[in-house]
């Protein structure tokens, strides 16, 4: 198996209604529903036909994204993988917090910023090696607010 650095894809294959089963460099595999980006990004209009959605192909440069040429829409490898982490979560903690990194496209070492911690225990939280605390959600949820309230 590779190792990740960086998430890539060695494939990706459309299915039935509007999922997508995603195969990273590291030999994970995730099914992904792409029906919620649908309304949180506009752009992705074109593919709410199933005769589009099902073009998706990889570049050949190295699986850095997943693109429909006919429409000009690419997604990146790494946003893929954090809606993968967010849809197939274990529990809700995990879930919420991979929810909220995929939200904001923070990195690990971002995320740990943001909350204080290190990078270390963010890839903890982000491969399921250490559940996430309650707290941790929580501590998302009020940075999340107080980015809010700035803006």
Known sequence: MASMKRPRLTSAKPLTNFHMELTFIDGSVFTVDFTPFFDESPGLAPLRHAEAFAKATIIPSGGWTVEWPEF?????ADTLWLDAQAQNAP?????????WRAR???SLKQAAEALGMTPRTMSAYGTGARPVP??????????EAERNAQS
Not at 91 to 99: H, V, Y
């Open 134 to 143: 309650r707290y941790v959600v929580l501590a998302c949820k009020g940075w």
């Open 91 to 99: 529990d809700e903690n995990t879930r919420a917090f991979a929810q």
């Open 72 to 76: 000009d829409i690419q997604i990146g």
């Open 104 to 106: 904001h496209g923070l």
